[in-house]
């Protein structure tokens, strides 16, 4: 076998994927057609608000839930073709976090960790010493005798991560992984995962609501609206040019809000990271000796580059606002019509 | 009677008491720990649903619940004397025991487990756990100290059964109460042996509501 070629194949790929369920007497579409192919050492986000069926979408590139039609493809096997014991096997290879984190709350944390490797029938002795490791990666190792509900959520997901790192999965699913969490743990937990991904290689996934999880540490991202693929790409592509009504509300959340203020001659200046770290809009200012009215502006820093965008109202004289407008393009930044 | 009668007699009956209770409590939860078990995994959320054999089950169970314990314990006197050799006498009656008591520790047990959080079961599933495993590594230790609780409940109910079980025959502070008070109309003796049956459930509750709680890792 050509072990070259399985490399470089997405190690997950989502074919027509169609999962409907029937709920009091009626069909509900979950997933719709979804095809997704994701790439060994990808960190892949799949955003999209509650009901977008990401939750049953990562249920099914697990095979927890067998879908209604198409396929998934782990590793070059076909998952509904395998059943039984060929599929808790491959389950092994791509373990789950989850918002709740599911940890088993009578026995201790290196029992916990020690858990999957019960379960694939590694001998104790060699289990514990693996938990003991992992604990340490997850900087947990003075908690291995405590019991989940004396840890912070903080730390019940870090022993989650380190309990799906037992078995040495390829793949690693996480649900909605910090949604339970605050802000700040959040951001701890996402470096977690970041350092995992640099250290291990791992493919992760990471389903979320919010848009903040994707831009601090995915490379892909896929939007998802109605048990579809809305938009997918790199995340600074979605981020700089959301195109899809679903991607916008996510990238702008607050743009329907907005629309009331928004004057005549407005303009919207998008930041897609490319720009270079000038103080484009006061050396524009002066350039074209010209006042601008920023109506508003949302600008994030994502892996050190500017993405957001900024509404301008531009001055009423025409040749004044040419000017601004071909300044700006003339920096790299896009500018597009915004007025009411 | 003296004094000396008297105790002797308790300090008999409370371990024909305690031998009819502990022993059918093992039959019991030996017959309705996997039942229990068995409905709660076979129910349509379960792991393995199996609806229609469930409700089968199901129905048979709150058949044997229904059945007042009087008439299930004349019922059974055949059976019983076919197993045992005969329907009188303490040991005799913890088989009689053991068949009414089932069906309710099955009840109990299936409670429990079905109290255990459904986000476990799914980890355990994402890790490739058997029926099997997610059973004996998932679900039965992780609703223990409730399966604790149950017992204790499990274990006074068949206390009370068997003090009825006096009537029919068996021994125990039941018999006493009714053979020495009521038929005898010795009530202080009978006072005596429902004050003991009264001890034992407070012991026996006490010691079960302790170890669940020492138990309880949340």
């Keep these: 076998m050509d072990l070259g070629y399985l490399d470089s194949a997405p190690i997950i790929q989502i ?81 789950m976090i989850f918002q709740q984190f599911n940890l088993l709350a009578q026995r201790n944390v290196l029992s916990n960790v020690c858990f999957p490797l019960e379960i694939a029938g590694v001998p104790r002795k060699e289990a514990r010493k693996k938990a003991r490791e992992l604990l340490e990666l997850v900087g947990l190792s003075e908690k291995e005798k405590s019991y989940p509900a004396q840890l912070s959520g903080g730390q019940k997901q870090r022993v989650a991560i380190a309990r799906a790192l037992a ?31 640099e250290r291990l290689g791992i493919t992760i996934v990471i389903i979320t609501h919010e848009m903040g999880v994707i831009e601090k540490i995915c490379s892909h991202v896929a939007v998802m609206e109605d ?3 809305a938009e997918m790409g790199r995340v600074e592509e979605i981020f700089s040019e959301p195109k899809s009504s679903a991607a916008r509300k996510l990238v702008y959340p607050d743009e329907d809000k907005r629309v009331n203020y928004i004057g005549e001659r407005c303009i919207r200046v998008v930041f897609d990271g490319s720009s270079s770290n000038a103080p484009v809009f006061s050396n524009m200012i002066r350039e074209c000796n010209a006042a601008v009215n920023i109506w508003f502006a949302d600008l994030k820093d994502i892996q050190g580059k500017a993405f957001g965008h900024m509404i301008v109202e531009l001055p009423d004289d025409e040749s004044q606002a040419e000017k601004i407008v071909s300044y700006l393009r003339s920096n790299n930044i896009k500018v597009e019509d915004a007025s009411k | 009677m003296s004094f ?81 050799g005969t329907s009188l006498g303490y040991q005799a009656m913890t088989f009689t025991l053991v068949i009414a008591a089932f069906a309710f520790v099955a009840r109990v047990v299936e409670n429990s487990v079905k109290a255990v959080d459904k986000g476990v079961i799914e980890a355990a599933h994402s890790m490739g756990a058997s ?42 502070l039941g018999f006493v109460a009714i053979s020495y008070g009521h038929h005898r109309g010795q009530r202080d003796i009978m006072w005596i042996a429902v004050a003991l049956l009264v001890v034992l459930v407070i012991i026996g509750q006490s010691l079960g509501n302790l170890l669940a709680r020492k138990i309880d890792k949340r």
Aim: hydrophobic share 45%.
């Design chain 1, 15 to 95: 074919k027509n994927l169609t999962k409907t369920f029937f709920v009091k007497g009626a069909n509900v579409t979950a997933i719709d057609d979804f095809s997704l192919d994701i790439n060994r050492g990808d960190i892949y986000g799949i955003i999209g608000m509650s009901g977008a069926g990401k939750s049953t979408l990562v249920r099914c590139i697990n095979a927890l839930e067998t879908p209604t039609s198409g396929t998934v493809i782990f590793d070059g096997i076909d998952l509904s073709e395998q059943s039984g014991r060929n599929l808790r096997h491959l389950r092994r290879a791509m373990s």
């Design chain 1, 167 to 197: 078995t040495d999965p390829k793949v690693l699913l996480c649900d909605e992984a910090t949604s339970a969490l605050d802000p700040t743990t959040t951001g701890s937990i996402l470096a977690l995962l970041k350092g995992i991904h």
């Design chain 1, 227 to 229: 048990g579809r693929i």
């Design chain 2, 4 to 84: 000396e009668t008297i105790f002797n007699l308790m300090l008999t009956e409370t371990w024909r008491s305690l031998y009819m209770t502990i022993f059918a409590t093992l039959g019991a939860y030996l017959v309705g720990l996997p039942l229990g078990v068995f409905l709660c995994i076979t129910d349509k959320d379960g792991i393995k649903p199996m609806p229609a054999i469930n409700s089968i089950v199901g129905i048979c169970i709150n058949i044997m619940r229904a059945v007042p314990f009087l008439i299930l314990a004349v019922v059974v006197v055949p059976v019983t004397r076919t197993v045992m």
């Design chain 2, 131 to 172: 029926i099997f495993q997610i059973i004996c590594k998932v679900l039965i230790p992780e609703a223990k100290p409730s399966l604790i609780l149950g017992a204790a409940i499990s274990a006074t109910t068949i206390l009370s059964f068997s003090a009825m079980a006096g009537i029919l025959g068996g021994d125990g």
